[in-house]
């Protein structure tokens, strides 16, 4: 006997019903394609002081630790273990990997053969990697996608197209040198790149498209927050977009999904940013149009497979969360996880063979799913050329999440000193590059091998330090060691070289002047950013500039966009020339200053000035700005256009005292309220109590302390919201009688996010509600959604007052709550309904709870969030009702269950059990579907704990089979789908079909 697999059952049942289990089949997954799983290891190390090798790095002992053993600690990643990985999934079509392999990490392998290391360990080290990359996919290309890359890993959204480019063909060469290419026999250079650091801007395209790559990898996250209506939150430790970066269309609220089992802070746009899209680079004098593919990375779950790979992802638990969505044959989801394949988890040897062996394995019995190289992905499924989206500046999570302004690699100044390593080694570098430049224009590099190894011309010899003055490492490790002189000491090299060049032809240069890019403070005028109030609407521009000339004039030009719209569709915003949707150019002149280094700090040979401009007086519009800056020759340069939305710091609906983070606050998740008393009734008040509730006060919550900061002199909160709330309403009182209700107005600000209730609060009983107990016409109804409770019980019509106990063990008894006639086993909550007056609500309940009744002959009903209230979500609760008298002392009228004693008390026993495990419902998301399908056939015909419904043992006998299928299939489509209306459980045409294929599975199993 052999034991039955998945595709035996839906065989067997098309054999036995074929049109009914085609119905059947369409529940279990939506998709009309496969989930897209892709991988980019990214392999780095810089050259740890510029213009030596590691050997001689190591000899001079400026690092406390050996640079050598820093790379014999990574054998396995630089030589065979990711070639190990790919071969042990041959037999999968597309699967493959793209790895990024820094030039400065070959030239330090290289040296480390060379030097015999380790009787000889890195001897023919580019072998494993030659020989991946000689494996093609079922499409013709290279399982080992050895993707372009800047050669000292740059960071290129703060870098010139000029540069950027060198870094490109630098490493183009290497790759060339190490593996050969396509012409030659080799390795075939790629269609595609790895940004260093997933660090993208527009502004890179050119370079991009100049060396004929086709599609860059992005993260996701920037991809989303560009969107219209991104729920952005600062859990995500990023503060809000700039409305000017939010030009993609909006996309279905349901579609933003919030990912669990894994660390996701922030909702993922699914299927938008699973799918590669166009985004273009307008030229700001031509208005000519360059585009490329980008393609997303998943923000948390690549930094999860980052951990350890399968196993620390939970590929199908994580995945099937936004499975439902992928419903276009065309477009299918792809979710690439990228992340240093070197380091941690993701450069562990368990990650390259039994982790990824495992994915692997899955893979192989999955049809949900198919793991892809990025190349084959593009060419099955092409981006349609009208699919162009914009993606916000940023880099990836593991940069401290990876901001717009760069910050890891532009840290803010010492506020007592001016000082900041990383803004003084740019302008450092700002003024290396131009003179490396001039020499060039005069003198052109013309060997790309002489740059590489430091030889040749002196414009050669200049354009190799540059380039290692630019690894983005030396900023990442600033404040360490060395490092934050690491710039300094490559562009003092690289000048020492150029200037050979210049002293030589001095006063014939037409190079014209370098400018960093330029930058805002505030990022966000007249917006959010961390502060307890809104940033000024006035902001400054500044940048760094520097000429071999001298500069004449630096200036800011800005000009005020018509409607405040910056559509995909137009370019009149991104040229100088502009259009009818744009004002004249207005100039700032730029005043310059300098900041004088520590003394502990290399002093450069050259250091550009700081220049700034302010742009004063806009509110509420959208304004594009660029620098000009004019040399002593009267050589030109022009920045790149960038655009910023101009709020209003008057714009706060909480005017001066009360602020929340984040602005707009996001249904269902926490916001944080500060309220300052200054001024107001509340002034020196001991304590100050948070009373609020949503949508004009429909639903209230309880009031709670607030904390004070004695610094900033304001009461502060963290509280959770409901997820269904479009309006958050704010008091605040005393906790004796004085309240601040903002003189009668109170405070109301806008959410975003809401989701349809899945329980509607209106008097009438929900068709999702269970009848658990009745007694004498008193029914007792009770339904779960997620972690909300919803109880109901008829209404008693007036002159009696009713009330229904939740508990999670009844306690002893307890005198009657509101002073009724008798005792009460020890309740934990109640939900109340004086009919004299109409009165309802709940008592003893911490966060979210809902009540309402209708008119006699409705209910009583409410909701209530166990989890806030509980800390956890219980596996029961007890419930009964109770009807007494309405006048104080009321004697008890009626009880549901029915009395078992007599007495006029509500004993322990009287209550009665309400599970919330649903059956068959084995993940806990109150719904029986795919999700519990898959834990079964995720562990089909596999031994595991015994009664573990996460590994689909539904009827604990610690195997997963026919039984635990039977189970789930028998309550398909029970309880309410998350964030879907709750309807009563009637099986569809497919379940019923599936319960064909068991009793037909059932039937047949003693002869298969």
Known sequence: MRYLGLWDVVRLGLFACQGAVLLSVAPLSQAQEPINVGFLWHMHQPQYRPGET????????????????????????????????????????????????????????????????????????????????????????????????????????????????????????????????????????????????????????????????????????????????????????????????????????????????????SRVAAPFAYRPHNVQHVDPATGAVSKIVAVPAARYEGNEDGRGGFGALQYEQVMSQYQQFNTDPDHPMFVLLHHDGDNFGGGSDSYYHSNFQNMVNWAQGNNDYDVTTIQDYLERYPVAANDVVHIENGSWAGADNGDPEFKKWLGDPDPNTGWSPDRN?????????????????????????????????????????????????????????????????????????????????????????????????????????????????????????????????????????????????????????????????????????????????????????????VITGLEDVLVDYYVEAVDGLGNIAKTDIQHVFVGSSATNPGGDAVMIGPDPAIAGESVTVTYDPAGGPLNGTAQVFLHYGFDGWTTVMQDLAMGWDAVEETWSLTVPTISTASQLDIVFNDGEGVWDNNNGADWHFDMTGAEPPVFVMDGALDAGAEQIATDSGQALYAAMDGDVLYVATDDAGEGEDVFIYLALSPGALTNANWDKAGDVAQWDAYLADENDNDYEGWFDVTGFAEAATGSNGGVLEGIIDLVQRFGSLPDEVYLAVGRYQSADGGSLTGQTPGAVLANGDIEAIEYVLFSLLLEGDLDGDGFVGIDDLNLILSNWNQNVTAGDLSAGDFDGDGFVGIGDLGGVLGNWNAGSPPGVQATNAIPEPGALAIWGVLGLLLRRRGTV
């Open 54 to 265: 590691i050997t001689q790095t190591d000899a001079s002992g400026v690092f406390s630790f050996s640079v050598t053993d820093v790379h014999n600690q990574r054998l396995g990643p630089y030589t065979d273990w990711p070639k190990d990985a790919i071969q042990s999934g041959l037999a999968l079509s597309h699967l493959g990997a793209q790895v990024s392999f820094s030039g400065s990490l070959i030239q330090n392998l290289n040296t480390l053969e060379a030097a015999g290391v380790n009787g000889g360990q890195w001897t023919n080290w580019e072998s494993s990697y030659q020989t991946a990359a000689g494996w093609d996919t079922a499409l013709g290309n290279p399982r080992m996608d050895l993707v372009n890359f800047g050669f000292n890993h740059p960071l290129m959204p703060l870098l010139d197209t000029r540069d950027i480019t060198m870094q490109i063909k630098l490493q183009k060469r290497m790759h060339e040198l190490t593996w050969g290419t396509g012409a030659s026999g080799g390795v075939p250079f790629s269609k595609g790149i790895f940004p260093p650091e997933t660090a993208f801007s527009s502004r890179i395209i050119p370079a991009l498209v100049a060396e004929g790559i086709e599609w860059s990898i992005v993260d996701s996250i920037h991809l989303e927050r560009a969107t219209q209506g991104y729920p952005h939150t600062n859990a995500s430790n990023l503060f809000a977009p700039n409305k000017a970066d939010q030009i993609n269309p909006a996309i279905p609220a349901n579609q933003w999904v919030q990912l669990n089992n894994l660390w996701a802070p």
């Open 425 to 613: 080694s740019w302008a450092v570098l700002t003024a290396a590059k131009n003179r490396v430049f001039t020499a060039d224009d005069i003198a052109p590099a013309t060997n790309l091998d002489n740059i590489i190894n430091a030889t040749g011309t002196p414009t050669e010899r200049a354009w190799r330090f540059l380039m290692a003055a630019e690894s983005s490492d030396y900023w990442y490790w600033d404040g360490t060691e060395v490092w934050d002189s690491n710039v300094t000491l490559g562009s003092n090299l690289a000048v020492a070289q150029a200037d050979q060049v210049i002293n030589a032809y001095f006063g014939q240069e037409t190079t014209p002047p370098s400018v960093f890019v330029p930058q805002r403070e505030s990022y966000n005028p007249g917006g959010d950013e961390w502060g307890p109030g809104v940033e000024p609407s006035d902001f400054e521009v500044w940048t760094y500039a520097y000429d071999v000339s001298g500069l004449t004039d630096v200036v800011l030009k800005y000009r005020v966009d018509a409607d405040g719209e910056n559509p995909l569709s137009s370019i009149e915003n991104e040229t100088y020339a502009g259009g009818a949707e744009v004002g004249n150019w207005i100039s700032v002149p730029m005043s310059s200053s300098d900041v004088a280094p520590p003394g502990n700090i290399l002093s450069p040979t050259y250091r550009a000035e700081r220049f700034g401009g």
